[in-house]
């Protein structure tokens, strides 16, 4: 992963080409790809540069995205300009009022800014979704496998994954067949890619590998937060907010979604940070995991998750799962 934060060769250039010569380039928080961000200042306005370097980063998902996002009165940032063939994209200047910084300074805001991330969601559900791949059956093992593939080995698991796979392949099937009505998932929906806009919406980053999905997904990414403790009275609150005008059986089917796709969601991420600090070094990502594993546990609760909760009893010990992962290795 990148870490210098030199604006690229190419940058002068193309800011010059768009009329944005001479600007200012510093930089901004980055993320964890290879995607970086720089903050282009002029006397009487600002954009984000972002550059996402080819081979590895393709920034036209996210042009798509954006412009979809915009189309449909949502906001996303405004495209400035683009070089493809530098991964040089310039963007609308979103400010620095994140909703996760927002609320640990301003706790009294949490329920009616959660509130507002749900009507949100609520009305992105009710568009129709963008060309997107679908979230698939090969996407949803795909991800989950990135635990028995990256956190197994570093707790020197011996895992069954031809089970794991398995017992996946039995509880999604009823997700699978609720999503003959796709809607357009984010994936990365928290609180650290809401934006708090000035004229009061929330702005959207961070869309770039939506997929055609559930619409629990986004849901369980923002209420249960993989970087931010989200209380289970807010969660619940907020869940039972976005079924309130569902029927008593269309809710209970959600419910059960929201769980799998929450059990789905939580399993890849514990593999992703792992992956981060095992091939990538970055050790940060280790303080999250007990807070995934809090999340993982309470879905694998549910009544529906019955298989998936009985393998990892069986292959992930408790007591492994409170166990640092102490070192980096190959």
């Known amino acids: 992963?990148?870490?210098?934060?030199?604006?690229?060769?190419?940058?002068?250039?193309?800011?010059?080409?768009?009329?944005?010569?001479?600007?200012?380039?510093?930089?901004?928080?980055?993320?964890?790809?290879?995607?970086?961000?720089?903050?282009?200042?002029?006397?009487?306005r600002k954009a984000i540069l972002m550059d996402a370097p080819p081979p590895h980063e393709d920034p036209r998902p996210f042009i798509n995205i954006a412009r979809h996002l915009k189309a449909q009165n949502f906001a996303a940032p405004e495209i400035y300009g683009e070089d493809l063939s530098h991964g040089l994209v310039l963007l609308e200047d979103f400010g620095d009022q994140r909703m996760r910084e927002h609320l640990d300074h301003h706790p009294e805001d949490e329920e009616r800014i959660y509130r507002q991330t749900i009507d949100l969601i609520k009305a992105l559900h009710r568009e129709p979704a963008a060309d997107v791949p679908a979230y698939d059956w090969d996407q949803y093992l795909r991800e989950v496998n990135l635990l028995p593939e990256w956190y197994?080995?570093?707790?020197?698991?011996?895992?069954?994954?031809?089970?794991?796979?398995?017992?996946?392949?039995h509880v999604l099937k009823s997700v699978l067949a609720a999503q003959t009505s796709?809607?357009?998932?984010?994936?990365?929906?928290?609180?650290?890619?809401?934006?708090?806009?000035?004229d009061h919406r929330l702005g959207l980053l961070d869309?770039?590998?939506?997929?055609?999905?559930?619409?629990?997904y986004d849901l369980v990414s923002m209420l249960q937060d993989a970087?931010?403790?989200?209380?289970?009275?807010?969660?619940?609150?907020?869940?039972?907010?976005?079924?309130?005008?569902?029927?008593?059986?269309?809710?209970?089917?959600?419910?059960?979604?929201y769980a799998i796709l929450g059990a789905q969601r939580n399993t890849k991420i514990i593999g992703i940070f792992t992956r981060l600090y095992k091939r990538d070094g970055k050790a940060r990502y280790l303080d999250f995991l007990p807070r995934m594993w809090r999340l993982l546990e309470k879905d694998l609760a549910h009544p529906d998750l019955a298989r998936v909760s009985e393998w990892f009893d069986q292959n992930v010990p408790v007591e492994v799962r409170s166990r640092p992962i102490t070192s980096v290795s190959a």
């Not at 197994?152 to 392949?169: E, H, I, K, T």
């Not at 970087?227 to 269309?250: A, F, G, I, K, N």
């Open 152 to 169: 197994c080995p570093a707790q020197s698991l011996n895992v069954d994954q031809s089970a794991f796979v398995d017992a996946w392949r």
């Open 182 to 198: 796709p809607v357009t998932v984010l994936r990365d929906y928290h609180a650290e890619n809401i934006m708090l806009l000035d």
């Open 227 to 257: 970087r931010r403790d989200v209380p289970d009275d807010l969660e619940e609150s907020m869940l039972q907010y976005y079924l309130d005008d569902q029927s008593t059986d269309q809710a209970k089917a959600f419910r059960s979604h």
């Open 207 to 216: 869309f770039q590998d939506a997929l055609a999905g559930h619409a629990a």
């Open 1 to 44: 992963m990148a870490n210098n934060m030199t604006p690229p060769a190419a940058a002068q250039e193309f800011l010059k080409e768009k009329g944005w010569g001479g600007a200012e380039i510093v930089p901004v928080a980055g993320d964890a790809s290879f995607r970086r961000y720089f903050r282009v200042i002029m006397p009487e």
